[in-house]
């Protein structure tokens, strides 16, 4: 399989919360396949967006490779990174809005969770293409704070680091009058969400010719 950009996500391990994910998007990242939705109007048209990146939080987001390196490498730093990298543990996961997105965001301190995302942006940016100047411009469009301006210069994102959120967010941005009524419907399907929530695994992830993403590999955090 061939991929055109690379990212480090969280993908929830094999288990309830995946499987609502993979329903609920349509779209099972971590065995690469469509899965059926359930029959509720609206719910294509809200997910479209997500579907394509699967169940997941961004860790490291989506990059281009750079020109000197190869998928072999970066599937050997992904690996060395995990080893000598610890998990992460805070209060457990909740349904929350988030810039007019449903997210499921860890509750509690995030110190141990941030360091996890900053080290995997940090150790594997040297396989990432820099950015190109339509890339910068689109992200700047926005409005960003001198902070996420710096950010998006050196790492090629302005949210990361001290402007990182864990949220896996299961609809695109919603208007506001929709939020109370998708955020029921989400809860109607959510399983059992866990008092304490462990980060112990990251997942190499690959954007396929059809614009979706796929894991590519799995890694422990043992560290």
């Known amino acids: 399989m061939s991929y055109s950009r690379f990212a480090i996500y969280y993908v929830p391990p094999v288990g309830p919360l995946a499987d609502f994910g993979a329903s609920w ?3 099972d990242v971590l065995h690469g396949r469509e899965t059926p939705q359930p029959d509720m109007l609206g719910l294509d048209d809200i997910t479209m967006t997500p579907r394509k990146y699967g169940f997941h939080a961004t860790l490291k987001p989506p990059f281009r490779l750079a ?3 190869n998928v072999p490498a970066l599937e050997a730093a992904a690996s060395d990174l995990a080893v000598n990298l610890a998990p992460a543990i805070c209060d457990g996961l909740e349904l929350t809005t988030l810039g007019g997105f449903l997210a499921l965001t860890p509750q509690g301190d995030m110190h141990a969770v ?3 995302a900053g080290v995997c942006v940090r150790e594997l940016d040297p396989f990432r293409a820099p950015a190109s100047e339509a890339e ?6 926005v409005g960003l704070s001198p902070l996420q301006e710096a950010l998006l210069v050196q790492w090629g ?3 990361v680091m001290e402007e990182f959120r864990f949220h896996m967010t299961p609809t ?3 208007p506001q009058d929709d939020i109370a009524v ?3 419907a989400v809860r109607r ?3 059992d969400l866990p008092n304490l929530f462990v980060l112990d695994q990251i997942a190499l992830c690959g954007e396929r010719e059809d614009g979706r993403f796929e894991v590519i590999h799995r890694y422990k955090l043992t560290g």
Do not use: N
């Not at 910068?136 to 469009?141: F, G, N, Q, S, T």
């Open 157 to 159: 994102y302005p949210y």
């Open 67 to 69: 020109e000197w390196q």
């Open 172 to 174: 695109a941005r919603l």
């Open 114 to 116: 941030r360091r996890v």
């Open 136 to 141: 910068l411009a689109r992200r700047r469009k």
């Open 25 to 27: 998007l349509g779209w």
């Open 189 to 191: 399907h959510l399983p």
């Open 182 to 184: 998708w955020s029921t």
